[in-house]
């Protein structure tokens, strides 16, 4: 071990010797909130103790001036999640919000509650911190009992302090109170890392009616230094020594390196190249000194086996024909098969989705310091935990008969704000890079990925080919359901990257991929007397080191699944001459669904038609409305898009959107709004604009050009939010749920404007100028 | 081969060693220490690396060192005195942006426009903003938080 860090992996804990840790890494400690009281929170856990997720000390630390730091594991991604567990925090505490500050996602200071994940940074980690805050408020008031010599039941507190109802000479301050700045209390877990770690104590927390902090709008708390430019950034973190890296990929996916000529850029100042099997880096002192190496380094590329075995424009087809990898069938009511022989009439139609990048505003980034048995890794990671993790594997793990006998090392992640993150982005990849590169040089290399290779080489939400079928009998009523998903696995690349199978750059150097099958099927609650939901999945069209390895991607198949599902309901509905939010209400068998449609039906002004109105404006552009809703592991939403299709251009514009949100108990309103808005522009973006496009080669589609997203021309002119309030349930996460309801209400808008279905996304002029003939 | 450059930067002249063609962005950030012009594309298609130059938005990222002239202002000295800019107030009040990564991009090039025009309309201003990204889908808080400081600045 060395220097100052004793550090010793066991299981997945850390034991750290955290005086000495923080000595020698002061400028490490992550500052999330305000400067002023950033650092008084890393001060506070000087003491040198184990991190345990058993002892309070380890969720919460009050300074000598009563600020509150709290140690999340989890981070933000600009939703203000850590705003609002401060916000719980400040509630179970009776402590102005303004001194709760949130340290996010350093693996040697926060207990790993599983990053960023599934939107359930407020619902999950928010029950662990309520609980750890209740629990220290009831041992301060212990506390206090004991010193103030008074029942603990004649005690009060307020802004910290706490006083003798009745007796205002006799108080004390939180502050005063822990004066050694430790708790030394224990607290329940449930043994259980991750998302699903839960807290227990002997204290209650409080109930919901009692609320003032919780349920207002307290304001980011992360915002003024991120808008005035000094906050400190994933990309502005800068170590002694530290120098740049880029990666250099081949122009065709599965090219092999079968030769690299050093010297064809042994111009530039101090530059390294390294090379290990198909990973080539370049490493350099001076930035531009690495990107303009790594695109001249001469490489001589293995061409005899790359590419895919069909292209975009072939794509569904290549799908409809493809043998399954894995099927299954999820719900299965009644009998689908024989009512559907049986009916009257049928309806049977397919939708397709194509595969799409997540295209964060940059490419992965990542600063990695492999040096005497230690790992750090700076990243943006909504998984930091498994960046470590997956570090100190890539580095451990022996290929055949290389890399065998290389040290052990301990790992330390540290996360930092980063270009977004919608799920399993590049960033763990790019983290990966810069770890190999950095062991290679024994030196802190930066990584930054250029555009091509964020578009091209990020991982994928899968493409899908979606069929419906549906049962009529005589009287038009529909009898029988199936919803089919056929399509890639949403999940080729593990969400985590915590193994060398799971990072592009694990594949570059040897390690087999091993995809995973996961699909997905519509989550409502509708009845029909018969209904099946199935899948087949498919695997990869190229397995290792591909371009078009997918991955969770905001709201993994949600959009794709609901884009069909929500779509056929109107399909239904319009077949069976129903008005399609009748259609909808008639079927919904749990009350919170009834009431998000019927919300943002009210928002919407919501007119019952049962044939597409067709309404064109004075210039001559069709105009419509079109609802959807789903529901979303206990958040359901419903929005109504109302739709401006302009029949000469071709151009869909979504002008404004109406939602229906139920996300159980609201902690910030304001916030929800934003994040709100967020789920729905990116999932127009995605609706209208977003398609991998990729030969038998490797994917074209590599920067913004040929990868077009929304931009402020075709924001909405207004989103209006009708929240609905759950008070009596916990907070169910917003961070997704209303991404899937946007693709189907814009369809189904399409629809209502030109009694035309689109069944294929993205709605690009072309399509649609060829839907309208 | 390096050269050295003087260029302004948010009031101050600067000395900078680079080849001629290396783009501003990397002088900025690698040399100077500023944190809000950020690389995204290297391609001038998202405006994440936008500075303002002599009161015209520029990207940053495709700007030769050698071929800056005039005064350049960056996020970071977008503020005077420790005031924010009415654009960064606005932005600050609207809550606009997430993840905030792009965000410079979008206040310094509003703020080009409004010191220009501050009468700007609404569609003069969806305009001007063509061509910058916002991954996050944040685009109707910063078209609100543009209006504010548009009011703001006419006022």
Not at chain 1, 116 to 142: I, M, P
Not at chain 1, 308 to 316: D, Q
Not at chain 1, 600 to 627: C, K, M, S, Y
Not at chain 1, 732 to 747: L, S, Y
Request: charged share 25%.
């Amino acid at each position: 071990m060395s220097g100052g860090h004793e550090m010793q992996t066991r299981n997945d804990e850390f034991t750290i010797a955290r005086r000495d840790l923080l000595k020698g890494t002061a400028a490490l400690i992550i500052a999330v909130s305000v400067p002023s009281i950033a650092f008084r929170g890393a001060e506070a856990r000087t003491a040198t103790r184990t991190l345990n997720p058993a002892q309070l000390d380890s969720w919460l630390a009050i300074a000598e001036d009563g600020g509150v730091t709290c140690y999340w594991g989890k981070m933000d991604m600009g939703q203000g999640v850590d705003t609002a567990v401060a916000q719980i925090v400040a509630e179970e505490l009776d402590i102005d919000v303004d001194i709760v500050d949130v340290v996010a996602g350093d693996s040697a200071l926060c207990v790993d509650q599983g990053g960023a994940s599934g939107s359930s940074g407020v619902n999950r980690s928010g029950a662990a911190f309520r609980q750890a805050a209740a629990e220290a408020r009831l041992v301060l008031f212990e506390t206090a009992a004991e010193k103030l010599e008074v029942p603990i039941d004649k005690l009060a507190a307020a802004d910290g302090v706490i006083r003798v109802n009745g007796n205002t000479s006799k108080s004390v301050s939180y502050a005063e109170l822990v004066a050694e700045r430790l708790f030394n209390a224990p607290i329940t877990w449930n043994g259980r890392y991750g998302n699903s770690l839960t807290l227990e104590g002997r204290a209650t927390p409080k109930d919901p009616k009692d609320y003032k902090v919780v349920g207002t709008s307290v304001r980011r708390k992360d915002i003024a230094g991120k808008i005035l430019g000094t906050t400190e950034f994933l990309h502005d973190v800068k170590v002694p020594g530290m120098l740049h890296g880029r990666i250099v990929r081949p122009g065709a996916a599965g090219a092999r390196v079968k030769h690299v000529d050093k010297a064809s850029v042994a111009d530039f100042p101090g530059v390294q190249v390294v090379v290990e099997e198909d990973f080539i880096g370049v490493v350099a002192p001076d930035e531009w000194d690495a990107i303009q190496a790594a695109r001249k380094l001469k490489v001589e590329w293995d061409t005899s086996d790359i590419g895919f075995p069909t292209t975009s424009e072939e794509l569904h087809d290549w799908i409809r024909g493809a043998e399954p990898g894995k099927s299954a069938v999820e719900d299965d009511i009644g009998d689908v098969d024989t009512a559907i022989a049986d009916a009257a009439r049928t309806l049977t139609v397919e939708y397709e989705w194509p595969f799409q990048s997540h295209a964060r505003m940059a490419g992965a980034a990542s600063l990695a310091d492999v040096r005497d048995g230690e790992v750090v890794v700076w990243t943006d990671s909504q998984k930091p935990y498994d960046t470590g993790k997956g570090a100190k594997a890539l580095l451990e793990t022996p290929i055949g008969n290389r890399r065998r006998n290389k040290p052990r090392y301990s790992a330390r992640s540290i996360w930092k704000p980063g270009p977004g993150s919608y799920g399993r982005s590049d960033a763990g990849d790019g983290a990966m890079d810069a770890v190999l590169l950095s062991e290679a040089i024994g030196a802190p290399v930066r990584v930054q990925w250029m555009r091509h290779e964020g578009h091209a080489w990020d991982p994928k939400g899968p493409a899908s080919v979606i069929t419906c079928r549906a049962g009529i009998d005589g009287d038009g009523t529909v009898t029988a359901y199936h919803f089919h998903t056929k399509g890639f696995s949403r999940s080729d690349q593990n969400s985590r990257e915590n193994a060398p199978s799971e990072v592009l750059a694990g594949h570059l150097v040897g390690h087999a991929s091993s995809p995973d099958w996961r699909m997905q099927t519509p989550a409502e609650s509708y009845r029909f007397p018969n209904k099946r939901y199935s899948w087949d999945a498919l695997a990869p069209l190229r397995i290792q080191a591909s371009p078009l390895r997918t991955a969770h991607f905001r709201d993994p198949y949600g959009p794709e699944v609901h884009f069909a599902s929500e779509s056929f309901i109107d399909e239904m509905a319009f077949t069976t001459e129903t008005d399609p939010l009748a259609f909808r209400l008639a079927r919904v068998t749990d009350p919170r669904d009834a009431d998000v449609l019927q919300a943002a039906a009210d928002l919407a002004g919501w007119e019952p038609h049962a044939t597409p109105r067709r309404r064109r404006e004075a210039n001559g552009n069709f105009v419509g409305q079109g609802i959807a809703y789903a529901q979303r592991n206990g958040s359901v939403n419903a929005v109504v898009a109302e739709v401006e299709v302009d029949p000469k251009t071709g151009r869909v514009w979504v002008r404004r959107m109406f939602v229906g949100a139920d996300h159980g108990l609201i902690i910030n309103p304001f916030t929800l709004d934003r994040t709100i808005e967020g789920n729905l522009l990116q999932a127009t973006s995605r609706t209208l604009f977003e398609e991998v496009k990729f030969t038998r080669e490797m994917v074209t589609t590599d920067d913004w050009v040929s990868y077009p997203i929304l931009e402020a021309a075709d924001a909405p002119l207004e989103i209006r939010i009708e929240k609905i309030n759950r008070p009596e349930l916990d907070p169910r996460g917003a961070g997704e749920p209303t991404t899937r309801v946007a693709p189907p209400a814009i369809a189904n808008a399409f629809f209502d404007a030109t009694g035309v279905r689109l069944r294929r996304v993205p709605f690009t002029p072309d399509r649609v100028k060829a839907a309208l003939g | 081969m390096k050269k050295t450059f003087t260029i302004n930067v948010d009031g101050h002249d600067h000395s900078v060693s680079s080849e001629p063609t290396m783009p501003l962005l990397y002088a900025l950030r690698n040399q100077l220490g500023k944190k809000g012009p950020r690389f995204g594309c290297g391609l001038a298609q998202c405006g994440a690396c936008t500075v303002i130059i002599d009161g015209t938005a520029v990207r940053s990222c495709v700007m030769p060192v050698v071929a800056v002239k005039g005064k350049v202002r960056t996020l970071d000295g977008l503020s005077a005195d420790g005031e924010p800019h009415p654009v960064q107030q606005a932005f600050i009040e609207e809550e606009a942006g997430q993840c905030e990564y792009c965000i410079g991009g979008w206040i310094m090039t509003a703020t080009a426009l409004l010191e220009k025009n501050p009468k700007a309309s609404d569609e003069e201003i969806r305009d001007g903003l063509a061509g910058l990204k916002c991954r996050c889908g944040t685009h109707m808080a910063i078209l609100r938080a543009i209006r504010r400081a548009a009011t703001e600045m006419a006022s």
